[in-house]
């Protein structure tokens, strides 16, 4: 029995191993556009915007999984034209299962917004991520015949950690749906991991990571005076594995001032396809936004976590500079959303 429980957990260390494993995701994708695609960065009211989300998964059937993801992006004019530019990072943290597996990425990322109309909200965008990724994980907790017999793990071509560059390029399409600015949308293509780095915790270099394609999409416009609806969506594509999620949020202002509502509270549903149901609340005040979804697995593992998927929390903060304060910000040609 002890062997057979030790065979098990290399072969589950290595399935997380694989080139073709899952990317890191969320269901509040919305609140990680630079992962999504670094032409996302900056599409929005303000000057400035950071962005918290952690997710906790799959803690009913083992260990578990617990990401998170932190990005910020900083927006501004440049030239004489209605031209911006948008610098920013991603930050992620992910950490898997009984051997603690564990990946940390720093990615800068660069935006330059081209303005397409001299009437209205029209921008062509172009943006370029780039930085280091590092996976680690604790041998110490690896499980295997050796460690009956004396020995150790008993695998020698294992690597604790490794260390490679990644590097995406992704493009978006920015502008109103109707003359009111508030009313948009925006399209958006993007290439994750040009580089191809190295993947593998055995030194093998024919391991490679898989480039992925990401197409995103995203609709906002008015329902009445105090409410409007949201609709995103996100189809990804690496190799033979590819996901699609999409959704919708409705948007109720409450206050005196609708222009700027002291709250709006927002509920909807998303679907990944043949995966979750995923329920979010979503609540913006003064600048500030905190959602909370919630993944009910309807997969084929749903017996196993009895259709317990995992939780995710967000916090996000949109600013304003002193050159642009919301007032002159909403009144000028700028990206948004």
Not at 80 to 107: M, N, P, V, Y
Request: proline share 4%.
């Amino acid at each position: 029995m002890k062997k057979r429980k030790s065979y098990l957990l290399v072969v589950l260390l290595g399935m997380q191993m694989l080139p073709k494993a899952q990317d890191i995701h969320f269901s509040q994708f919305f609140e990680t556009p630079i992962l999504r695609n670094p032409a996302l960065a900056g599409i929005f009211t303000g000057s400035y915007r950071l962005q918290m989300v952690y997710r906790d998964q799959w803690r009913s059937v083992t260990d578990g999984y617990k990401t998170g993801s932190l990005n910020g992006e900083y927006k501004f004019p440049v030239g004489k034209a209605d031209d911006f530019l948008t610098f920013g990072g991603q930050f992620l943290f992910d950490r898997a299962g009984t051997t603690a597996l564990t990946q940390i990425s720093a990615l800068p990322v660069i935006n330059y917004h081209k303005s397409l109309s001299a009437d209205q909200n029209r921008y062509l965008s172009l943006g370029f991520m780039g930085g280091v990724v590092n996976r680690n994980l604790d041998r110490s907790k690896i499980t295997t015949d050796g460690t009956y017999t004396g020995g150790n793990d008993g695998e020698t071509n294992i690597i604790p950690s490794y260390t490679y560059l990644d590097g995406s390029v992704g493009m978006s399409y920015n502008s109103n749906l109707t003359q009111d600015p508030k009313d948009n949308f925006y399209l958006g293509i993007a290439y994750h991991h040009f580089t191809k780095p190295k993947n593998s915790f055995f030194r093998d270099e024919a391991v490679r990571l898989n480039p992925k394609w990401v197409g995103s999409a995203g609709f906002r416009f008015g329902v009445s005076e105090t409410s409007y609806i949201t609709i995103q969506a996100d189809y990804s594509l690496q190799e033979n594995y590819q996901e699609a999620l999409a959704g919708a949020m409705y948007g109720m202002k409450m206050g005196p001032d609708l222009e700027n509502p002291a709250y709006v509270i927002n509920g909807g549903m998303f679907l990944r396809w043949n995966d979750a149901l995923i329920p979010v609340i979503k609540v913006d005040y003064s600048g500030f936004s905190f959602a909370f979804s919630y993944d009910a697995n309807i997969s084929r593992l749903k017996p196993a976590s009895a259709g317990r998927g995992g939780f995710e929390f967000s916090v996000s903060y949109i600013g304003f500079s002193k050159r642009h304060d919301r007032a002159t910000l909403n009144s000028i040609l700028c990206p948004r959303f």
